[in-house]
């Protein structure tokens, strides 16, 4: 076996690459978003609970107080329908774009898409709080709340399937056409109160007519709630996007780490730098051992990109579920090597 | 008027509890970053920069 292959040093430093870390001001635009969005949230219900009148054309049979559950229903519905699955279809899209690839695409559809489900799992709870006293179940087979809910389970199989160890790229392209395919259901639910006869009442604002068949404050603190949910969605985006880099970036260091391991292994047959490294590289401690201590400096599986990995702890292989996994395994230092690479 | 108040409770409560672990997951996940940045900074800093011959 050739052993005068070096590592190539792609990514020669963590500096070099940049951190995964906002810039201030980027920060600072996130802080206030996330402000922006607790005080439209907490005035949408003080105006909805306290402020705004009851339903005057129900009261018989439904009470009239249940309309104020239409200033954060529509809401949470609107931007798990639209906003974050609309936006994770579009991403997906321009990551298949040839043109457009970009893995930036990837994180921003699967933050995406984190986002929206738990939208839509908002929105089929106060729907069904909703449907209790007005139609009297929790739930019916109608066609708006069960492509709803099939769009629920369909992003939900999105999510399960990004957890599935492969490459980057791999795991992007896949994604991107579950996502597409995903995708078909929404202008489903969206017309589904018009293509069949539902329980679910029709569109009061984005109706065929564009005539808005509600207003006085009904309408401001609606509108209210539209855009104090659009700013929740916003600020949850940006911090799901930053995580989704910090987990790349961590699991590509682990990655570098478990295959310099693999070949430490293969350059010193006799085990002696891995008895020196006590065995096994104790995750980040592994870059903290003495100097002297191992045949390759642990320091440099997070310096250099490897070249295509092939062995135990390469995405697909043996052992590929430790690294995969990044968010379990980068969080404290422990387990950050798959069990492969020992 | 029940019906309301359970909806905006267990809506807010969820979309809050959503937001508590993004915070949580971002704190952990820099804490990580900047500990592995740390470490391979340390790391050059004692000459690690050389790569030596591996095996493929």
Redesign the interface.
């Known amino acids: ?7 190539s ?1 792609i990514r ?4 070099a690459k940049g ?3 906002p810039s201030p001001r980027a920060r600072r635009v996130e802080r206030t978003i996330g402000i922006a969005a607790a005080v439209g ?1 907490a005035c949408t ?1 003080w105006l ?2 306290w402020v705004t009148p009851p339903d005057a054309t129900k009261g018989n049979t439904v ?1 009239g ?2 309309v ?2 239409v200033y ?2 529509p809401g ?1 519905a609107w931007v798990a329908l639209y906003l974050a699955f609309g936006l994770a279809a579009v991403s997906s899209l321009l990551y298949l774009w040839p043109r457009t690839r970009s893995l930036f695409w990837d994180r921003l559809a699967a933050a995406a898409v984190e ?1 929206g489900v ?1 939208f839509n ?2 929105t089929l ?2 729907g069904s ?2 449907g ?2 007005t139609w009297g179940v929790w739930w019916a087979w109608d066609a708006r709340l069960t492509s709803t809910a099939v769009l629920l389970v369909l992003f939900l199989g999105y999510m399960a399937l990004r957890r599935v160890p492969a490459e980057p790229e791999v795991r992007a392209k896949r994604s991107a056409f579950v996502a597409l395919f995903a995708s078909v259901d929404i202008p489903i639910v969206h017309f589904s109160v018009l293509w069949w006869n539902t329980l679910h009442q029709g569109a009061t604002v984005l109706n065929p007519n564009l005539s808005p068949t509600i207003h006085g404050s009904m309408a401001w603190t609606l509108l209210l709630g539209f855009v104090a949910l659009t700013l ?1 969605f916003v ?2 985006l940006l ?2 996007y ?2 989704g880099v ?2 790349d ?2 699991g590509s ?1 682990e990655m570098d780490m478990a295959l ?1 391991e693999r ?2 292994e ?2 010193d047959p006799d085990g002696s730098a891995d008895r020196a490294a006590g065995g096994r590289a104790p995750g ?2 592994a ?2 051992a003495p ?1 002297s201590a191992p ?6 599986a ?3 990109d490897a ?1 295509t990995p092939t062995g135990p702890g390469a995405p697909g292989g043996p052992g590929a579920e430790g690294v995969a996994g990044a ?1 379990g395994a ?4 422990v387990g950050m090597l798959p069990e492969g690479a020992r | ?1 029940s ?6 409770v ?3 409560t ?2 809050f509890l ?2 508590v672990q ?2 949580w ?2 704190r ?6 900047e ?3 740390a ?6 800093t ?11």
Not at chain 2, 3 to 8: K, Q, R
Request: hydrophobic share 45%; charged share 15%.
């Open positions: 076996m050739s052993t005068n292959q070096s590592v040093p020669p430093s963590t500096e951190p995964p870390f949230t219900v909805g609970l009470p107080d249940l104020r559950l954060i229903h949470v986002v738990i799992i908002c709870i106060s709080i909703w209790r006293p929740v600020w949850m911090v799901r930053r995580i910090m987990e970036w961590l260091g310099t070949r430490a293969g350059v980040v401690g870059s903290l100097p045949a390759v400096p642990a320091g440099a997070l310096l250099s070249p968010e980068a969080g404290d230092g | 008027m019906y309301v108040v359970a909806g905006y267990i809506v807010l969820i979309l959503y937001g993004l915070v997951r971002r952990r996940l820099t804490r990580a970053v500990r592995v940045r470490a391979s900074a340390a790391t050059v004692r000459g690690a920069g050389h790569h030596p011959p591996v095996d493929r």
